[in-house]
């Protein structure tokens, strides 16, 4: 499951790295409005996705439920090309629209999401 500390265990990946990344390999993977917790080394580590809304890209096995049930849309596909888990995962993209009903965090099978409601 998703560490709900990764706040405070993991280090946020700066805009510079993230710049890198994009340029290289794989640019779908990292969007431009959403925080990335590292370790992140693709394909196989993507690191923690979101800050109030967050997905765990190795954890995610694209079940979907997520981005199907949630009632103000905060989920967009994006593909993860050679990810041992799955190929595809779940950007919290709209995250500031969030109303906290942690549909997701209950329906996702391997709880790889973390809501902060507090
Ligand atoms: Fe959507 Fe509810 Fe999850 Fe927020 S807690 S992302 S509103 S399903
Ligand atoms: Fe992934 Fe869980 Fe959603 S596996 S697609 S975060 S329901």
Redesign the pocket.
Known sequence: AIDPNFDQNREQVSEEKLDELRSSADQTTFGDDVAVWGPVEPPEKLGIHGTHVA??YD?????????ENCPVDV?TWVDTPDHPV?E???EPTNEDQCIDCML?VD???????DVDAS
């Open positions: 997905v765990d954890i995610c096995l694209a079940d979907g439920a997520c981005l989920f799955s595809l995962k779940v997701c329906i996702c099978p391997v709880d790889a999401i």
